[in-house]
């Protein structure tokens, strides 16, 4: 029993952090700062006891007498459960001006931010589908009310009832399909469900198919895949900097979570039956993404249309996935990785940079930037080089990965494609090295203080490029290797 | 000290690069240790090119396992191809660096560092993966120059270098993972390394697409005549030192890779497209010849000359045999440098007269005798003025096109006319007659004769005893094209 209240220790201190939080969010001693650090302080605890409790190559579930199959420990939740609280203390700690510089700021938005990392840490132990779509909701309240956190603002407050309607929508969609899955398989589990899709031949289980198809839909719309993608760029563009950094690195992938469990696994014998729809998805999302991303004036509109690209990327993966591709799920995995470094470095540096403007970033607003701060303009050029996949970052191996995986599988065209709007999005990513690089300053430039987000951001490109070509000379930190051993394991650890 | 001394080489100037940069040198430490990195550099490719045995094939090795799990290694080797663009980038960089004496801005010298290490690196890579790394990485410093540090349409163009040259590398890196796929079906492990994936036999409908991956590329960065809309703006709007590395160094690592990698992996494909580079190349050495006499622009003129040569140089290359082949690779080198010189002296005239136009130059030839020498013995040098390497390399490729075909011969000889007819009229308008503008000038300074000297020197030795360093790289030639032609079965 102690041991499993261990195991169960990490998600917990997040709750607990979160309700703490809501206790002291009124009280008069506390600003900002300080509720930050507590925030931060409950997630470091969190990421401390993962680190304590995490057993390698063992996979068990959480109290099993009490919930019986429905939370599930191993090295895939491990390593998300680390992607998230990272995320979440990245996000803190980088935006600890932003919070200064806005009087919008209150309490309750600490403990928001810990109540959705609580929901995704949860969504990556569901081991079952009612569990799993709790877990959706808790992460996507949240996110909601973050999305509309600043509610005097316009643009705020049409993105968070555009993404709540929407996703209130599509989440009825998660709970039709578990009730006809619950239809077919007389359970929600997903270890009962694993057994059923495997004794069952592919006609027999019309009811399932549909099911799994609905629960897709969710997945599809949380990832912004192209037909449900309507929302992604206004709903970035109008919630807060942080939050926006939040949901396009952290948020995007807890979905991945609880897709790949179950495509992975439990839905595996029956993926042939999507890999048409799939195929078609993704090269929509693709040409799609890149449409949006190229033609925007705002940084935060184009990156949020990259993002878009990037799910495209995901899903040549996983349609590989699909056909059998035997390096698509670590490919799979390892793309997160790369994605989730890269993210949380470029709209962390974004949000950053306009806690010091009241305006949206342009860019224009990048003129010069170089000469101004010579060191967070290459750590940007950093990341914009490793989302366009450019050799020597870890963007690029992810991509590589990808790829082969696509071709391995025999999706030649799939992975031309990808190419193709790679190659597109070394436009939009080398425009904003060049204003970086290419214009003079307006501005003179004044020596600016290095403080915990400067130096997170820096260490966080530098972690690009050591997993871009670091070599096992320094086998603390993982270099390419490193995170595709990571990736296999995760993925292994599922079957 | 052997073993590593090409992983030495390739890194050298990005660890002086980083350590600089890391303790913030200021400008003075800055431009020593570039030029300290140079010379270094120089110093242990002269210790390569003394222990290199011309009749033994890839030497100083290095394997390394890198990223295991996609099988890629760090797989480095010199040859006779690859030590002659070597020594052309490690030869070139200490005169570069002499002539940006007066260049106080640091991130000019910061991008030539990670420049050398890119090209070096990008010559000597064995592993397509690791090849298309240095490749792709080379092209930032280029961006990152022209765009800061260029002039006209600056931005524009080096956005427009960038993203041509990219379309090119995209598509190589689908062949790239494409062969790397087909070698793990065959033998079931991941290996992008040369020597393994040259054992592969692909079936010849796909031989055709993946090689097409792999020539878009290479064409676009030498560039044949259809994909070379960048080359004139970007020319024109480059600070000389990228210009010089562009034209003496990167557009021959298009005809490097087409000789490592084109003939390497799909020798017996390439006979498909034979016939339409070999087209593309002689409409290509006229088409730019012609631009190049009624250009006014001294930058674009011989960027269009530049143009002209590589496409001789591609020309060669397909037309298999030793003469043609002999002939390429000496006129890399030698072009290299006369283009070098040249391109040196525009930027001097540039520094002078703050124009490049040949319509407002003029008169300079009373004023200034030394300038003028430099100026016109690089350029008669391009045009293959006999006694320098030019004429010598340009000889052996009209040789072995007469070999080839008598009419392509003929077609190939054309180049040496025209390229006197827009040299010779070039020097008469630039240098002699009156003065076009009011612009007070001197004569060359010690500096700058110190940096072009050894220039001129290395033309006239190259053109005068070719018999020093043919024997170099003939033997290797003679094998691969032994190899080729076994797999064509006679010509391409």
């Given at each position: 029993m102690m041991n499993q209240l261990l195991l169960a220790s990490p998600m917990a201190v997040v709750i607990i952090g979160a309700f703490v939080l809501m206790l002291i969010s009124h009280s008069k001693r506390f600003n900002n700062d300080r509720f930050n650090i507590v925030a931060v302080a409950f997630l470091v605890l969190s990421l401390i006891l993962q680190y304590v409790t995490y057993e390698s190559q063992s996979s068990s579930f959480l109290f099993e007498k009490i919930f019986a199959d429905s939370f599930i420990m191993d090295d895939f939740s491990a390593i998300f459960d680390v992607m998230f609280t990272v995320g979440a203390i990245l996000t803190l700690l980088i935006n600890t001006d932003y919070f200064k510089s806005r009087?919008?700021?209150?309490g309750e938005y600490f403990a928001l931010i810990l109540f959705s990392v609580f929901g995704m840490m949860m969504l990556s132990h569901a081991h079952e589908l009612v569990t799993a779509f709790i877990a959706l909701e808790i992460a996507s309240l949240s996110m909601y009310t973050l999305v509309g956190y600043h509610k005097n603002n316009k643009v705020s407050s049409e993105a968070m009832m555009k993404y709540l309607i929407l996703g209130a929508i599509t989440g009825a969609f998660f709970m039709l399909g578990t009730a006809l899955i619950y239809g077919a398989?007389?359970?929600?589990s997903l270890t009962q469900i694993a057994e059923y899709t495997i004794t069952h031949k592919l006609h027999e289980m019309t009811l399932l198919i549909v099911g799994a198809t609905f629960i897709m839909i969710t997945i599809m719309f949380k990832i912004g895949a192209v037909p449900f993608h309507s929302w992604v760029v206004d709903v970035y563009h109008g919630a807060p900097y942080p939050i926006t950094m939040f949901m396009a690195s952290t948020f995007k992938i807890a979905v991945f979570a609880i897709a790949l469990r179950l495509y992975l696994v439990n839905f595996a014998p029956v993926n042939s039956f999507w890999t048409e729809i799939l195929q078609v998805m993704t090269i929509l999302t693709l040409i799609g993404g890149s449409w949006l991303a190229i033609n925007q004036s705002l940084v935060k509109r184009m990156l949020a249309g990259s993002s878009i690209v990037h799910s495209g990327y995901l899903l040549i993966g996983i349609s590989s996935l699909g056909l059998g591709s035997e390096v698509a799920a670590p490919a799979v995995m390892f793309y997160l990785i790369a994605y989730f470094i890269s993210a949380v470095g470029a709209f962390g540096i974004l949000s950053f940079l306009s806690s010091q403007q009241q305006t949206q970033m342009k860019y224009e607003d990048f003129k010069g930037f170089a000469t101004r701060r010579p060191y967070m303009a290459l750590t940007m050029s950093i990341f914009m080089l490793s989302l366009a996949g450019?050799?020597?970052?870890i963007g690029f191996l992810g991509k590589f990965y990808i790829f082969t995986s696509a071709i391995e599988s025999g999706q030649i065209l799939l992975a031309g494609l990808g190419i193709l709007t790679a190659f597109i999005s070394v436009y939009y990513y080398f425009k904003l090295i060049a204003m970086m690089y290419f214009y003079p300053s307006k501005t003179p430039q004044k020596k600016l203080p290095i403080d915990i987000s400067t130096i997170l951001i820096f260490m966080m490109g530098l972690l690009i490029i050591w997993g871009g070509i670091g070599t096992t000379l320094i086998p603390v930190i993982p270099g390419p290797d490193g995170f595709i051993d990571m990736a296999k394991q995760a993925i292994s650890s599922l079957r | 000290m052997m073993d590593h001394i090409l992983t030495n080489i390739i890194f050298l100037p990005l660890f002086f690069a980083v350590i600089l940069g890391v303790l913030r040198a200021n400008i003075f430490y800055l431009k020593a240790g570039a030029m300290a990195s140079a010379v270094v550099t120089l110093l242990l490719v002269i210790v390569v090119a003394v222990n290199f045995d011309p009749n033994n094939g890839m030497q100083f090795s290095q394997d390394i396992a890198w990223i295991q799990n996609a099988g890629v290694r760090y797989f480095i080797g010199v040859d006779a191809l690859s030590l002659v663009i070597l020594a052309l980038i490690s030869l070139l960089m200490p005169p570069l660096y002499i002539y940006m004496?007066?260049?106080?801005?640091k991130g000019y010298w910061y991008n030539m560092m990670v420049l050398q290490t890119g090209i070096t690196g990008a010559v000597l890579s064995l592993d397509l993966v690791l090849f298309y790394l240095f490749w792709e990485t080379m092209l930032l410093p280029i961006f990152i120059m022209i765009g800061k540090y260029g002039n006209g349409m600056h931005q524009y163009n080096s956005m427009k270098i960038v993203l041509m040259t990219i379309l090119g590398s995209m598509t190589m890196l689908f062949s790239i993972m494409y062969i790397g796929y087909v070698y793990f079906d065959t033998a079931g492990s991941w290996s992008f390394a040369l020597n393994n994936l040259m054992a592969l036999q692909f079936d010849p409908k796909t031989s055709i697409w993946l090689a097409a991956g792999f020539l878009l590329a290479f064409a676009i960065k030498i560039p044949l005549v259809g994909f070379h809309t960048w080359m004139a703006p970007a020319y024109s709007s480059a600070p000389t030192p990228a210009v010089i590395i562009m034209s003496a160094i990167m557009a021959k690592l298009g005809i490097y890779g087409l000789w490592r990698f084109g003939f390497g992996l799909f020798d017996s494909t390439l006979s498909y497209y034979a016939p339409t580079i070999i087209t593309l190349a002689l409409v290509g050495l006229l088409y730019y010849a012609v631009r190049a006499v009624t250009e006014d622009n001294l930058r674009k003129m011989f960027a269009y000359s530049s143009g002209s040569h590589l496409s001789l140089i591609a020309l060669g290359l397909f037309l298999t045999n030793i003469y043609a082949w002999t002939g390429s690779l000496y006129f890399i080198a030698t072009h290299a440098i006369a283009t070098t010189g040249i391109f040196l002296m525009i930027g001097l005239t540039y520094k002078r007269f703050k124009t490049v136009k040949i319509s407002s130059l003029g008169g300079i030839a009373q004023k200034a005798p030394k300038f003028t020498f430099f100026f016109a013995f690089f350029a008669l040098s391009i045009a293959?003025?006999?006694?320098?390497?030019g004429f010598v390399a340009e000889l052996l490729i009209i040789i072995g096109a007469f070999k080839y075909n008598f009419w392509i011969g003929v077609l190939t000889a054309t180049t040496m006319l025209s390229a006197m007819l827009y040299i010779f009229w070039m020097l008469q308008r630039a240098l002699f007659g009156t003065s076009n503008n009011s612009c007070e000038y001197e004569d060359l300074s010690l500096r700058e004769i110190i940096m072009l000297v050894p220039l001129v020197l290395m033309l006239l030795i190259t053109g005068i005893a070719p018999s020093l360093f043919i024997p170099w790289f003939e033997p290797q030639l003679e094998t691969m094209l032994q190899g080729v032609l076994l797999a064509v079965g006679g010509l391409l």
């Open positions: 009087d919008y700021f209150t398989v007389g359970s929600t450019f050799p020597s970052t | 004496y007066h260049e106080n801005r293959g003025l006999p006694g320098t390497g």
